[in-house]
């Protein structure tokens, strides 16, 4: 029997044929794995058991889910899936414009501020915009320049002033980049203080230098590091944690059990600049590793091409890409020698 599916809406079941238990887990891949890429790769949500799939979502984007199932599936016959098959196989069907495609229905979103309006540039910052309105949790994911803590600041000072929250707090973990804090001159505030200085700026851009002021004086703005959340509960505010790569798990579960009644939080953080020790895990990576599946939580990935910098940041940050890449390949292949 070949491979089938029949078309329910914007739902598609797939059954794979012939049925083998170690193609399907290969496929899938540990945890579900490869079907969460997937499921990134096309702004969809896949469900499995045992050889059946369904697929849930925009209707062309599962159209194409489907068909990389099936390519997958024939070549587990002779051959391991990786994640870098599943990223190859996204790229040539074209995924990305199909993803871009699904967010083009979707309203825009303009946020108003004392300096002007703010507008999504592209598909991939209006979904985003899109998701932070209808998610308590989001987590924007990419390289620096896409607007991942820009946008999340514009989103919490509208939530502030339309008084959909009380409060704001803006959170980062105080990680060195290869100096220590301790030999910096000042009291802990002032040791602190360059951690947090990007979310001052784009507070400052955005409400401007007095009204930010008094607002922090009143403690309806805090600016924060990581490890003052501790203990805390946050009702009725909107947290952004910026600089998430740099969160243990530990700080990581810590942060996500803070929230509260009525809150909403970001995450933020760019998986390619973790300034963790050597040997530390990212505490952003094992959260989208385990909060994948989890309803009310959405996850926007940025690309280079979403970068809105100078036009040489997209070029180094493609650049940067692909020596991982190569080097990623050229690890595998000394591995299977």
């Known amino acids: 029997m070949p491979n089938s599916f029949q078309l329910l809406d914007q739902h598609l079941d797939l059954e794979l044929q012939p049925e083998d238990n170690l193609r399907i887990a290969n496929l899938c891949g540990q945890f579900d794995q490869h079907l969460r890429q997937l499921e990134r790769g096309l702004g969809i949500e896949i469900n499995s058991r045992g050889s059946c799939f369904r697929l849930i979502g925009n209707a062309e984007a599962v159209r194409l889910g489907a068909d990389i199932l099936r390519q997958l599936y024939t070549e587990t016959v002779d051959s391991g899936i990786t994640a870098d098959i599943?990223?190859?196989?996204?790229?040539v069907a074209g995924a990305d414009a199909v993803r871009e495609a699904t967010?083009?229905?979707?309203?825009?979103?303009?946020?108003?501020?004392?300096?002007?309006?703010?507008?999504?540039?592209g598909a991939n910052q209006q979904a985003y915009l899109h998701a932070i309105q209808h998610h308590d949790i989001n987590f924007?994911?990419?390289p620096?320049?896409?607007?991942?803590?820009?946008?999340?600041?514009?989103?919490?000072?509208?939530?502030?002033e339309t008084e959909r929250v009380r409060r704001l707090l803006l959170v980062r973990p105080a990680v060195e980049a290869g100096e220590r804090?301790?030999?910096?001159?000042?009291?802990?505030?002032?040791?602190?203080?360059?951690?947090?200085?990007?979310?001052?700026?784009?507070l400052f851009e955005m409400m401007g230098f007095e009204k930010v002021t008094k607002l922090l004086e009143r403690n309806v703005i805090e600016v924060a590091p990581l490890a003052f959340m501790r203990?805390?509960?946050?009702?009725?505010?909107?947290?952004?944690?910026?600089?998430?790569?740099?969160?243990?798990?530990?700080?990581?579960?810590?942060?996500?059990?803070?929230?509260?009644?009525?809150?909403?939080?970001?995450?933020?953080?760019?998986l390619t600049q973790v300034d963790l020790p050597r040997g530390q895990p990212s505490g952003l990576q094992q959260a989208v590793d385990i909060l994948r599946t989890v309803k009310g939580i959405s996850f926007t990935l940025f690309h280079s091409r979403d970068v809105v910098r100078h036009a040489l940041v997209q070029q180094i940050v493609n650049a940067y890409e692909t020596f991982e890449q190569a080097k990623k390949a050229r690890l595998t292949a000394s591995a299977n020698s």
């Open 86 to 91: 599943i990223h190859l196989a996204l790229q």
């Open 231 to 270: 203990g805390r509960t946050l009702n009725n505010a909107f947290v952004i944690l910026d600089e998430a790569q740099n969160t243990t798990p530990e700080q990581m579960k810590m942060f996500l059990t803070r929230l509260g009644f009525g809150a909403t939080a970001v995450i933020t953080g760019d």
């Open 103 to 121: 967010v083009d229905h979707l309203p825009e979103i303009v946020i108003k501020t004392k300096r002007g309006l703010i507008r999504a540039r």
């Open 144 to 160: 620096a320049g896409t607007g991942k803590t820009y946008l999340a600041v514009a989103s919490a000072i509208e939530a502030l």
């Open 181 to 202: 804090l301790g030999f910096l001159p000042g009291d802990l505030a002032q040791k602190i203080d360059p951690y947090l200085r990007p979310l001052y700026d784009a």
């Open 140 to 142: 924007g994911i990419g």
